[in-house]
């Protein structure tokens, strides 16, 4: 049997949360939404749908992934495989079983949901998203010699090699620190095509001037910090 979990970080997502969870395939071991900071009633309805729910108080994307990886290390039944799912419903949570498969039946150690454009509803990304996703991809294969076109956040990975990657990135830059660490040490990785549609709520990151521009510079300075390590 294999134990997968997952990881929601979730901020002000009470219109989302419960039909993220409610999509989930019912077989996964354990749903996991890390409420950062939410003023609504993210919290309540995340609870109310089944999930097991903690609280970060430290806003930012890779503190509420950091908190739910503190978490799994606490426990005393196994994890096997994690996913990263957004709490917007944006993503499909119905294909987590696609996303796993590689690892499951390929011994895959990192699968990303790769939003390519023919499976996007109109408007689903924003154009500073797409360009940044090219952007970081395009250096990432440059330096990197990667294969990846996507920093989508619906992945999933075994969780023994996450736990050596290290994690540390507290904000924007986690995707991307993922996919730079998963390089540098050599695990095998691949993308799956999957569904993407226009989030319920407004986004948190892309929504925003700010949020656009903290989110390129966290991503580019890691890629700029690894090509020199």
Known sequence: MTYTRVIIPAFNEEGSIAKVIHDIPSHISEVIVVDNQST??????????G????????????HACLKGLSYLKELREPTDIVVF????????????????????????????GARVKSKRE???MTFPQIF????????MRLFFNSGFTDLGPFRAIKYKKLLALKMEDKTYGWTVEMQLKALKQKLTYTEVDI??????????????VKGSVMAGVKILGWIFKYSFK
């Open 40 to 49: 609504d009633e993210t919290f309540k309805q995340a609870e109310s749908a």
């Open 51 to 62: 999930a097991t729910v903690l609280y970060e108080g430290k806003m930012g994307y890779g």
């Open 85 to 112: 799912l957004d709490g917007d419903y944006s993503d499909y949570p119905e294909e987590m079983d696609k996303i796993m498969a590689p690892i499951i039946q390929d011994d895959i150690d990192l699968v990303i």
């Open 122 to 124: 109109p408007g689903s």
């Open 132 to 139: 940044g996703n090219w952007l970081a991809t395009t250096l």
């Open 195 to 208: 569904n993407y549609r226009n989030r319920i709520g407004e986004s948190k990151v892309s929504g925003t």
